[in-house]
């Protein structure tokens, strides 16, 4: 980071400046000095997942573009915004003439992303059911689990609790129109009863006949951290954990049990 007492130079940034972009379920972060967003993962790449995120080019401009450009002062970044005010400019003009020469991610395409990060990403902003219902399919286990949440209104203030039934189903996926020759993938549907709002989740066929296991499996963490977690709350593949006290991560990264996972489940959306 700059010294204190140097002068900023806009044109000559020798300290990491990194432009946190977070809206419209889009999560990304840009490095202006590297000029890219993954170090494996090229821009046109990721021009391909956000068109496919923002599907005409004005909404692409109004809800990528100039967020960067005008950046809400402390919002989105985490350095003063007087030292970065143009230096992305010439990165966003590549990223605008990028969005005309390419085209989202196909399903196929998807399934053969490396970057398994920029892979969770990019089936976000795919429609994973109408792609399941194309690819053909059919459900083989389905339980169901009465949980009890935390709901908070629009201000943040916590309200009464709320029950409802959450049901989970293992769908059998066929692979063959992605070219996977006899080879079958599962997913899980998650839906509630009292909203009937679904989300789909890709599972490892190990938990194929287990659809809580198969939800908790999604969850994963340092095994010496699980002692020590006080809560977790979930929106989507979002999971974030609140700790009763700090540990340094250690041992292997391991799943959550359904047992661990629904105890310590608190909200989700």
């Known amino acids: 980071m700059k010294k204190e007492g140097e002068q900023k130079d806009a044109k000559a940034i020798d300290y990491d400046v990194i432009i946190k972009y977070n809206k419209f379920n889009v999560e990304l972060d840009l490095d202006v000095n590297k000029k890219h967003f993954f170090v494996d993962v090229t821009n046109r790449d990721v021009v391909r ?41 010439d990165i966003l003009k590549t990223l605008l003439d990028f969005y005309d020469e ?14 398994k990060i920029f892979q969770a990403k990019v089936f976000g902003s795919i429609d994973i059911g109408e792609m399941i219902s194309k690819l053909g399919h059919k459900r083989i286990k389905t339980e169901g689990k009465k949980v009890k949440h935390k709901q908070f209104d629009i201000l943040g203030n916590q309200m009464e609790d709320v029950e409802y039934d959450n049901i989970y189903e293992v769908h059998e996926v066929d692979g063959t129109k992605l070219g996977l020759d006899g080879e ?17 989740l890709w599972i490892e066929d190990t938990y194929k006949d287990s659809p809580l296991e198969a939800v908790a499996s999604t969850f994963r963490i340092h095994e010496n951290l699980i002692p020590h977690i006080k809560e977790l709350k979930r929106q ?17 990264i391991v799943p959550l049990n359904a047992d661990q996972y629904f105890s310590l489940l608190t909200c989700q959306s």
């Open 102 to 115: 390419v085209e989202p991610f196909t399903y196929l395409e998807s399934f053969k992303i490396e970057n």
């Open 184 to 200: 079958k993938l599962y997913v899980l549907k998650c839906w509630c009863t009292s909203t009937n709002k679904e989300h789909w």
């Open 49 to 89: 997942f956000l068109k496919g995120q923002f599907t005409n080019k004005t909404r692409f401009i109004e809800r990528f573009i100039e967020p960067f450009r005008i950046p809400a002062k402390g919002e989105n970044q985490i350095i003063p915004y007087d030292a970065t005010e143009f230096e992305c400019e």
């Open 236 to 252: 989507g593949d979002v999971l974030l954990v609140e700790m009763n006290k700090d540990v340094e991560p250690e041992c292997d």
